[in-house]
């Protein structure tokens, strides 16, 4: 289980316990002034370390929170995906997936994008 602590606005340290060098640090705001976003939304990313304990990161704008995943599925959903020029990004995420709230659903460790299937439960 990660470890995120949250630093500011759209910011998070997130860490792996027992594993040195796992530390992150997450700013999703330079994503979301560069394209305008707002109300609810979901930014997802694929967490650069620590290899070995890589998970889906799942940022939400509505409580400003964010948490790990270690699976993710997409079902039939609108999804978009976001990236700041490569060449001049300072921080991390770059690259996000950007669904809007109420098209992501939680169940157990699962995290499900559009329609909830029978398969995603079972």
């Given at each position: 289980?990660?470890?995120?602590?949250?630093?500011?606005?759209?910011?998070?340290?997130v860490a792996t316990p027992g594993v040195t060098g796992s530390e992150l640090e997450l700013d999703f705001q330079p994503v979301i002034d560069e394209f305008g976003l707002d109300g609810d939304f979901i930014l997802i990313h694929w967490?650069?370390?620590p290899k070995g304990h890589r998970e889906w990161g799942i940022y939400s704008s509505r409580g400003d929170s964010y948490r790990s995943t270690k699976e993710l599925a997409i079902n039939l959903a609108s999804v978009k995906s976001l990236q700041l020029d490569d060449a001049t990004a300072k921080?991390?995420?770059?690259?996000?997936?950007?669904?809007?709230?109420?098209?992501?659903t939680c169940i157990n460790e699962r995290s499900i994008i559009g329609a909830v299937l029978l398969s995603d439960v079972a």
């Open positions: 289980m990660k470890q995120i602590t949250k630093i500011q606005q759209a910011k998070f340290k967490q650069a370390r921080t991390i995420p770059s690259a996000v997936l950007y669904v809007q709230e109420e098209r992501i």
